[in-house]
């Protein structure tokens, strides 16, 4: 922080922050305060005060505000003004009744959650975990799910090529991938006469993730911030970030499940940026857009709005075919 005094009270106070991922102004920041009854008070407020003849404010008064406080004082020999708070004797009979038990109830949650976390580092320890879905028929989506997996997402409906219901679902995975992160799958299943069956099943359509909590749960938001549905014939995924969403679409064509339209976007507080390219017209967009009210300032660096359209070769990504 750097400050100059200009003139009379008036100081001029000027501050350097870092700003990760928020801003692409500058990160200094200037302002002008005036010190007023050994306090700093902005120039832009212009604050007039009234005081009691002890030194406290009573009226507050500024171009955006206007306050009053009434403030009372004990005189010299007055007592404490106390405030009678009748007990119920039911319920601080109950209260103390659970202060016995709650400490056993407690190291109960407690070792049931170690003993649990035990049995799942085991089973990952020993290889016993499934390391894809073996089950190829059943009447429930839950008898696919082999140990230490967690279902993510779940969700219904018609994909273009395949004459039946369908469902598609994400899942967390114990297994770890070449970037040394764990795998997320991909499985869809056709849905025929109240049977499901496994027609399809990837470790490369959604990204993979770290079990953050070192848990082998898989089931923290930032482990589980993505979605799959069934959307116009097509399977979509869906990823939410901090500032930002990306969308990721395959089709089924000639036997073959393929990417056709990805997407992701990324937001500060100044200004949001879009790329997508949908992969059966080639063509790329490319979108800035400004946030907020305010208008375009060269000086700021902030682009103005821009949307850009190209027509660009990229090859096939498969849904097997990380990308």
């Not at 002890?54 to 507050?60: C, K, L, N, S, V």
């Not at 060269?298 to 359209?309: A, K, L």
Request: glycine share 4%; hydrophobic share 30%; net charge negative.
């Amino acid at each position: 922080m750097w400050i100059q005094q200009t003139n009379d009270s008036l100081v001029s106070v000027e501050t350097k922050a870092i700003r990760y991922e928020d801003s692409l102004n500058s990160s200094t920041y200037k302002s002008k305060l005036r010190i007023k009854n050994n306090a700093l008070i902005s120039e832009d407020m212009n604050d007039q005060f009234k005081y009691d003849a002890d030194g406290f404010w009573i009226e507050r008064e500024n171009k955006f505000l206007k306050m009053k406080r009434l403030i009372t004082y004990y005189e010299p020999n007055e007592e404490e003004i106390k405030i009678d708070l009748s007990p119920n004797k039911k319920i601080l009979k109950h209260l103390y009744s659970q202060m016995k038990l709650l400490p056993k109830q407690a190291w109960k949650n407690y070792n049931e959650k170690q003993n649990a976390y035990k049995k799942r580092l085991s089973l990952y320890q020993n290889n016993e975990y499934g390391d894809s879905i073996v089950v190829k028929e059943a009447r429930t989506l839950e008898a696919f799910l082999p140990k230490l997996w967690y279902e993510v997402s779940v969700n219904s409906g018609e994909i273009t090529g395949i004459d039946s219901l369908c469902y598609v679902v994400g899942y967390n995975t114990p297994i770890i991938g070449h970037d040394g992160r764990f795998l997320r799958n991909l499985a869809i299943y056709e849905y025929r006469e109240g049977k499901y069956r496994l027609i399809k099943q990837s470790f490369y359509a959604i990204d993979s993730f770290e079990d953050m909590d070192n848990d082998l749960l898989f089931d923290r938001f930032d482990e589980t911030n993505f979605s799959v549905s069934i959307q116009d014939g097509h399977i979509v995924i869906n990823y939410e970030y901090m500032r930002g969403e990306a969308v990721n679409e395959y089709a089924y064509e000639n036997g073959n499940w393929i990417l056709v339209y990805a997407s992701s976007s990324h937001r500060t507080c100044c200004h949001a940026s879009i790329s997508s390219y949908d992969y059966r017209t080639k063509t790329l967009t490319e979108s800035t857009y400004r946030v907020g009210d305010e208008d375009y300032d060269e000086s700021t660096g902030i682009p103005r709005d821009t949307v850009i359209t190209t027509i660009e070769e990229r090859p096939v990504i498969y849904m097997d075919q990380p990308f």
